[in-house]
């Protein structure tokens, strides 16, 4: 009643006993599943759902792997490989720019048309293939800065090469300085921000290929696992029953062989082909880049001799050379282990014939650079420019050769390449959904193969 006073809670009379804690759901739940595991229906109940928790998981496991090795294999193939093909490209293209841009310099008034457009294409070439790789590149990366620095520099090395052709058709001696200038510009700065650009993106393929590759541990061992849980489960239901087969596990037990043997199958054929196209493509290609890039600096240094005429030298163990002449001897050197590296990693006839074709050529333009510099050196420069640029019997058709030789033999690595890596990622095709479907299967076979014996309990 209103205003009447509260009562004080009675103590509760001494030795009674204390009212029972108050247990929690998982206390209550672990005692309910150690009560069901004294009964077999309540065993069978347990085995059922690790059964199937386990064939789940090894699904779920295959289908991640699977895909993510998938998706790796298509990036070598459609993305990191042609980017880094591509970077190489911008590469020879500039390398190749800069060649021309000599041989039609030291022609003068007499540049061919061939030669001009030659240049021009190159020079088109490297502006492309750096759009290409700045619509791949991440935003803030070295990969950014570094083409951002090129697409800066390839406007100011072509005023530089302009200006020397402009200067070199009305006779001016500076023009050759601009040329050097140009080539000062490209070797120094242009050609090495190209090689840096090379080099990542041949760490992003092989980044690729180090995620394709290899094995999926986890699924496999998630899939002996969840095999073993069958067999023994089957093996438990026959010692209980004397039925040879249930048939509900038998099911989940060779969907999951199923799901298992496809996962190891099909992943070592992928990484087989995978591994064949890093060894037969990617080492090849890589080896015949750097040998065509040698051989178009070689060309550059044997042109720029002529242009500068001794006005750059260089002091090795005191000893004074032309610059030019004695760059083009580690170009040349260069090349030729390339060429014999290439030649040994070639399989087969298509990839070592173009090789051994360059290989000749090679022979051919050192004897004939070594007659041009005697008549340089000796004061004939008309004789030496008719052996670097003429016609007739000139160390430019012996770089042509070995030009179109190396290319030839990139196309057929390339095509190498493709066929093997897209063999690879193709032996993946199906296996992420293939796996789910079979584990849903299994895990249902399981589950139906417990219930068929939880039934003869009711």
């Known amino acids: 009643m209103p205003g009447t006073p509260a ?56 289908a991640w792997q699977a895909d993510t090795r998938s998706a790796a294999a298509d990036d070598v193939l459609h993305r990191s490989q042609p980017l880094s093909s ?43 293939g750096l759009v290409t790789a700045a619509a791949n590149t991440e935003p803030g990366s070295a990969s950014e800065a570094t083409i951002a620095k090129l697409n800066r520099l390839l406007p100011e090395y072509k005023g530089l090469v302009e200006r020397a052709r402009t200067y070199n058709r009305q006779g001016y001696p500076v023009g050759g300085a601009y040329l050097r200038y140009a080539n000062e510009k490209m070797q120094q700065e242009m050609l090495p921000a190209a090689e840096d650009l090379y080099t990542t993106e041949n760490g992003r393929l092989d980044a690729d290929y180090a995620d394709a590759t290899p094995y999926p541990w986890i699924a496999i061992g998630l899939g002996v696992l969840a095999l073993g849980a069958l067999g023994w489960a089957q093996r438990r239901t026959y010692r209980r029953t004397h ?61 720029l001799s002529l242009v500068a005429r001794g006005a750059e030298t260089v002091t090795v ?18 090349l030729g282990k390339g060429l014999s590296r290439a030649e040994k990693l070639a399989d087969d006839q298509g990839g070592s014939a173009p090789v051994q074709a ?88 399981a589950v139906a193969g417990i219930g068929r014996r939880l039934s003869e309990y009711r």
């Open 358 to 445: 360059a290989e000749s050529n090679m022979a051919v333009w050192k004897q004939r650079h070594a007659a041009a510099r005697t008549e340089d050196e000796n004061g004939n420069y008309d004789q030496a420019l008719d052996k670097v640029i003429g016609p007739k019997d000139a160390t430019g058709q012996c770089f042509d050769g070995v030009d179109s030789s190396l290319a030839r033999a990139i196309d057929h690595e390339q095509a190498e390449f493709g066929r093997s890596a897209r063999d690879g990622r193709d032996a993946l095709t199906g296996l992420p959904a293939g796996a789910a479907v079979l584990a849903v299967l299994g895990a249902a076979g």
């Open 243 to 303: 039925r040879v087969l249930n048939h509900g596990l038998v099911a989940a037990s060779a969907a999951t062989t199923v799901a298992l043997l496809w996962l190891v199958v099909g992943h070592a054929v992928a990484r087989t082909e995978l591994t064949g196209s890093y060894d037969s493509g990617i080492r090849s290609l890589t080896v015949l880049h750097d040998a065509r890039i040698a051989s178009l600096k070689a060309r550059g240094n044997e042109n």
């Open 7 to 62: 009562r004080s809670a009675r103590p509760a009379p001494a030795g009674s006993p204390a009212p029972p804690a108050r247990r929690t759901a998982f206390a209550e739940g672990v005692d309910r599943l150690r009560a069901a595991a004294t009964t077999e229906p309540g065993r069978l109940r347990i085995i059922g759902a690790v059964l199937a928790l386990l064939v789940v998981a090894f699904g779920a496991s295959a």
């Open 86 to 128: 591509g970077a190489a490209d911008i590469y020879r293209s500039l390398a190749d720019a800069n060649t021309a841009a000599s041989s039609g310099f030291l022609a003068g008034g007499q540049e061919t048309p061939q030669s001009r457009t030659r240049y021009e294409n190159d020079i088109s070439t490297a502006a492309a």
């Open 317 to 334: 163990d005191g000893q004074t050379y032309d610059a030019y002449s004695y760059d083009f001897d580690k170009d040349m050197a260069t």
